[in-house]
């Protein structure tokens, strides 16, 4: 406990004398709110699901071959409407958005549930890379444009009847006809549209402007499915900026490259928690 103590108080410190904090926010920041897509929060919204189609997550139901796209919008729909417009279960990220509201933050996150604006964090900071479930896209896909889903998401929630919806709701492509899909990173067909480029330009912009700033890189709940968008791009600009600190937070012990040994700060340790810690005075 003195250890974590110490690593709070100068994790504190730290992004107290930052010009900037830049926050890499993966899965567990999500899990850490009470996003959870198994066991008990599961059960209490998919167990008809549980029983017909024998799967016992929600990730695994979102890869079930359902044989209509009825029965495959009858699931995405409560999906999407749980984890996206409901209101969020916990406060984590309030605590986050308390911790850097006052400093040159943004945003860098893999996460599609799209808490950080949905919590107060100013749109033009953040860079959702890997899509939104609030919107949906043409599957083919014939253009690169997005479409805001909450309406008709919210339509088929309220129509399902026995793990079905009306066959007049399943969404069409308004350009060629062809169904409609989640707007989410999963193959080459992900549609990066205006709003997705104009962030990644955010993002790059932010990156050029800090690169030799007192920086703190605070990494939330990033494992290693895709390493390569925060996880690695953290550990090289800490390498190339001796005024920078990097700061892991997960609850499993990640590696840190030997060459910024002496400017990271890891815990291990529930993200609420610790978010928690960081926002007491």
């Not at 100068?10 to 890499?24: Q, W, Y």
């Not at 899965?27 to 998919?46: D, N």
């Not at 492509?173 to 080459?188: A, H, I, K, Q, Y």
């Amino acid at each position: 406990m003195e250890v974590y103590s110490q690593k709070i108080e100068l994790i504190k410190e730290k992004i107290k004398d930052a010009d900037a904090v830049l926050v890499g926010a993966g899965a567990g920041l999500s899990t850490a709110a009470g996003y959870i897509y198994t066991g008990e929060r599961f059960k209490r919204f998919f167990s008809d699901f549980e029983a017909k189609y024998g799967f016992h997550d929600m990730y695994s139901g979102g890869f079930y071959p359902y044989d209509s796209q009825e029965k495959f919008w009858a699931f995405w729909a409560r999906y999407i409407y749980i984890n996206r417009y409901m209101p969020i279960p916990g406060n984590t990220y309030a605590k986050l958005l308390d911790l850097v509201k006052d400093k040159d933050y943004f945003v860098l996150t893999t996460n599609v549930d799209h808490c950080f604006q949905r919590s107060g964090f100013d749109k033009s900071r953040i860079f959702y890379t890997q899509g939104d479930y609030g919107l949906f896209q043409c599957s083919v896909p014939c253009h690169k444009e997005t479409y805001d889903n909450e309406q008709i998401v919210r339509e088929m929630y309220e129509k399902e009847s026995n793990l079905e919806i009306p066959s007049e709701l399943v969404p069409k492509c308004p350009v060629c006809g062809e169904n409609m899909t989640m707007n989410l990173r999963s193959d080459e067909k992900f549609v990066e549209d205006d709003g997705w480029n104009l962030a990644y330009g955010n993002y790059q912009e932010y990156i050029e402007s800090h690169r030799d700033a007192n920086i703190v890189y605070l990494e939330l709940g990033v494992g290693f499915n895709t390493p390569v968008i925060i996880k690695y791009p953290f550990w090289q600009m800490t390498a190339g900026n001796p005024n920078s600190t990097y700061v892991c937070i997960n609850m499993e012990k990640m590696p840190v490259p030997e060459q910024i040994s002496n400017q990271t700060i890891t815990l291990e340790h529930d993200i609420d928690k610790v978010l928690s810690d960081l926002c007491k005075k």
